[in-house]
C-alpha cells in the first residue's frame, strides 16, 4: 500500500521546502520543521547566512524559535531537489503604479519549477488575485518541469494569516485555510498543516475561492478604515474630536471598533490593488475598493498639511522650521518599514521647506536611506517647532508630556498624536489628532 504525501514527510521519509524566508516563511518553515525534515530556502545567502546562526532577519523571531528544528538553510538551488513539497511563501508588491509586481512568485515558481519531480506537491501561500496560481504559476511550473498539473504533480493555495508583531494571533492560533487542484491534494494538503496549526484548516472549495478569500480579508479593513479616515477629516472641518466620536459610536453593540490612521505595509495597503486590477481584466472598475484606496493613501499628505497649518497658526517662522516625527515603520513594534505611510508626511512637510528629523526604535536608518533617500537621526536636540508621534512604538508609551516639551523650543509648539493615545495626557501644547 503506498503511503500518503503526508505521512510520508510525517515519517521524514521525505522532506518540506519552503521558498522564501521572510516575515511569513520563516515562522511556518520552523513550525513545520518540529514535525518534519524541512528545507529552507532564500535567494538571499546572507540572510540565509543569519539564520544558520539562528537570528531572524526580520526580529520577529527569538533565537530559541529554532531550537529543536530540523532545518537546513540554503540559497543553493540544487539542495531543493531534494524535497517532495514546496511551500511558496514570497512577497508580492505593487509596482510605482500600484500595478501586481509578480515578479517575485514567478521567480519563485521558476524555481520550484526547475526541480519539480513527478509526485510532489507546490502549495503557494502569496497573496494574489483569484486565478493568479493557475493562470499564472502553474504555467511556469509546467514549462521548466516538463510536467503537468494535475497529473504529475499537485497544486495548492493556503494564503498566509500571519500579523507582523503579533504575539496573540500566532501561526498556531488561527485557521489556516487550504485549497487543492483536487479532492486528493485538498485532503493532504489540509493533513500536512494541521500538524502545525493548531486552530485546525478551513477547506476551501477551489482554489480560486482561497485566493479571494485572503484578498478580501484585507480589502476589507482598508476600505472600513478609509471610511473613518474620511470621517476624521469631517469632524476635524466640525471641530469634533474623531476618538470622542468613536467611542460614543462604539458603545452599540453592532459598531465596528476600526480607527483612523497612516495605512501602509504589505498588506492592507497593498493587497487591494491586486483584486482591483483583476477586476478591471474582466471589464469592471471597483469603485468603493478604489474610493478606499484613494482617501487612505492620501492621510500620509493630509497630515503633513494640518501640521504646517497649525504651525503658521501659531506664528512659527517656516523658513526655518523643524518638526520630529517619532516612528518610522509601517506599524507599531516591527522593524518593517516597507511601504510606510510615515514617508509622506516626511514629503509633505518638505514640500513646505520644513526641517525633518525622523527618529525610530526599530527601524534601521540604512534601510530607510535605500527605500526611502530619507535616514534616521541620531541625535534630537530642543529646536523643534512641532512633534509628530506616528508610529505608537512601545518604547513611546509611558513618555509624557514633559517629555514631548524637551523637544520643542521653550517647552511650546504643536503636537501631532496620530492615533490619539496621548488625547488625555496633553494639556498644555497645541494638541491635534486625526
Not at 92 to 100: E, H, L, M, Y
Not at 311 to 323: L, P, R, S, T
Not at 350 to 357: E, G, H, L, R, T
Request: proline share 3%; glycine share 8%; with cysteine.
Amino acid at each position: 500500500m503506498n503511503k500518503s504525501k503526508h505521512t510520508k514527510l510525517i515519517e521524514k521519509q521525505e522532506k518540506l521546502a519552503v521558498i522564501g524566508l521572510g516575515y511569513v516563511g520563516l515562522p511556518i518553515a520552523l513550525e513545520f520543521a518540529r514535525k518534519m525534515d524541512v528545507i529552507g530556502f532564500d535567494i538571499n545567502a546572507d540572510r540565509v547566512e543569519l539564520m544558520k546562526n539562528n537570528i531572524d532577519p526580520s526580529k520577529e523571531l527569538e533565537s530559541s524559535d529554532f531550537d529543536g528544528c530540523s532545518i537546513e538553510f540554503t540559497a543553493t538551488l540544487e539542495d531543493l531537489k531534494e524535497a517532495t513539497f514546496y511551500v511558496v511563501a514570497v512577497p508580492t508588491p505593487i509596482d510605482d503604479s500600484n500595478r501586481p509586481n509578480l515578479g517575485p512568485l514567478l521567480g519563485a515558481s521558476s524555481t520550484v519549477g526547475k526541480v519539480l519531480k513527478k509526485g510532489d506537491y507546490v502549495v503557494f501561500e502569496s497573496t494574489v488575485y483569484p486565478g493568479c496560481t493557475e493562470e499564472d504559476c502553474i504555467p511556469v511550473l509546467e514549462e521548466l518541469s516538463g510536467l503537468k498539473a494535475g497529473i504529475d504533480f499537485k497544486v495548492g493555495y493556503s494564503p498566509e494569516r500571519i500579523n507582523p508583531g503579533d504575539k496573540v494571533h500566532t501561526l498556531q492560533n488561527v485557521v489556516k485555510v487550504v485549497s487543492g487542484n483536487d479532492a486528493e491534494s485538498l485532503e493532504e494538503i489540509a493533513k500536512v498543516y494541521e500538524e502545525v496549526v493548531g486552530a485546525g484548516v478551513h477547506r476551501a472549495t477551489s482554489i480560486k475561492v482561497a485566493e479571494a478569500a485572503k484578498i478580501i480579508e484585507n480589502t476589507q479593513r482598508d476600505v472600513n478604515i478609509s471610511l473613518i479616515n474620511e470621517l476624521s477629516i469631517i469632524f476635524n472641518k466640525l471641530g469634533i474630536n474623531t476618538y470622542e466620536v468613536l467611542a460614543a459610536a462604539g458603545t452599540k453593540w453592532n459598531f465596528l471598533p476600526f480607527q483612523p490612521g497612516l495605512v501602509g505595509g504589505h498588506c492592507i495597503g497593498v493587497d487591494p490593488y491586486y483584486l482591483t486590477y483583476k477586476a478591471k481584466q474582466v471589464g469592471y472598475h471597483a469603485e468603493i475598493i478604489n474610493s478606499g484606496r484613494s482617501v487612505n493613501d492620501s492621510m500620509g499628505f493630509y497630515i503633513g498639511k494640518q501640521t504646517v497649518k497649525m504651525m503658521i497658526a501659531q506664528g512659527k517662522d517656516m523658513n526655518n522650521a523643524k518638526v520630529l516625527i517619532m516612528g518610522a515603520t509601517f506599524k507599531e513594534n516591527v522593524s518593517d518599514i516597507r511601504n510606510s505611510k510615515v514617508i509622506d508626511v516626511v514629503n509633505e512637510l518638505k514640500s513646505f521647506a520644513v526641517k525633518v528629523d525622523l527618529i525610530d526604535p526599530h527601524a534601521s536608518s540604512e534601510e530607510m536611506m535605500h527605500e526611502y533617500g530619507v535616514g534616521l537621526s541620531e541625535n534630537t536636540g530642543s529646536e523643534y517647532d512641532a512633534v509628530i508621534v506616528a508610529v505608537n512604538h512601545a518604547e513611546y508609551a509611558h513618555l509624557k508630556e514633559s517629555d514631548f516639551k524637551k523637544y520643542l523650543k521653550d517647552g511650546k509648539g504643536v503636537f501631532v498624536d496620530i492615533k490619539g493615545v496621548f488625547k488625555t495626557e496633553i494639556k498644555d501644547l497645541e494638541y491635534w489628532s486625526l
